[in-house]
Structures are given as structure tokens and as C-alpha cells.
Nanobody
Framework: QVRLVESGGGLVQAGGSLRLSCAASGSIFSVSVMGWYRQTPGKQRELVAVITSARSTNYADSVKGRFTISGDNPLNTVYLQMNSLKPEDTAVYYC???????????WGRGTQVTVSS
């Protein structure tokens, strides 16, 4: 099985920065995609950013220009640099991974990000 462990969450004031990381371990053949989702109470999880093994990226419109996703080569650790944070960025951030040749999705347990006004 694959395990994803997030770190780097915390409390920051509006306009500040945080950097999240997620490390994948376990029986991994090849990672196709890794990324970040976030969720607040009463809302569904929403896509924040993803990166492929070829290093192509995609971002939610709400974070474009503020967040940057990156990863190691080979792709088994992913990072999310979060700048110019806003209170509406407050959420639990979840790491996910999609493995090549594996139809299952894998999720971390989440890390809390709180942005104060």
C-alpha cells in the first residue's frame, strides 16, 4: 500500500506564506500525478494544484499567481509554496497521488492551514 504524509501546515497572517510538503512511500511502481486538494466544513474537497511526472501543472483559478506546485524527480514528493495567503485559503489541505498502472487514488490524512485576517 501507498502512504502519503503531509507537513508544513500552520497558522499564518493574511499576506504571509507557507510551504506544504507531501512524501509518498510504499509499494510504488511509478507516480503519474500528485497534487493538493483542500476542504472546509460543509464544502466538498476542491482541487488546488496538480503536477504530473512530466512536470506539467494545473491550478485552481483562485490560487493562480499565488501558489506554486513542484516535485522531486522521480516524482514521489510534492510541494506547495503558498504566498500572499488570504483568509479564504483556510482549509484542511490533502495530498493525493495517482499511480501509473494503478486505478486507485491515494490520499494523505490532511494538514490544517489557517490564515488570520
Amino acid at each position: 500500500q501507498v502512504r502519503l504524509v503531509e507537513s508544513g501546515g500552520g497558522l499564518v497572517q493574511a499576506g504571509g506564506s507557507l510551504r506544504l510538503s507531501c512524501a509518498a512511500s510504499g509499494s510504488i511502481f511509478s507516480v503519474s500525478v500528485m497534487g493538493w486538494y483542500r476542504q472546509t466544513p460543509g464544502k466538498q474537497r476542491e482541487l488546488v494544484a496538480v503536477i504530473t511526472s512530466a512536470r506539467s501543472t494545473n491550478y485552481a483559478d483562485s490560487v493562480k499567481g499565488r501558489f506554486t506546485i513542484s516535485g522531486d524527480n522521480p516524482l514521489n514528493t510534492v510541494y506547495l509554496q503558498m504566498n500572499s495567503l488570504k483568509p479564504e485559503d483556510t482549509a484542511v489541505y490533502y495530498c493525493y497521488a495517482d499511480l501509473r498502472g494503478d486505478r486507485n487514488d491515494y490520499w494523505g490524512r490532511g494538514t490544517q492551514v489557517t490564515v488570520s485576517s
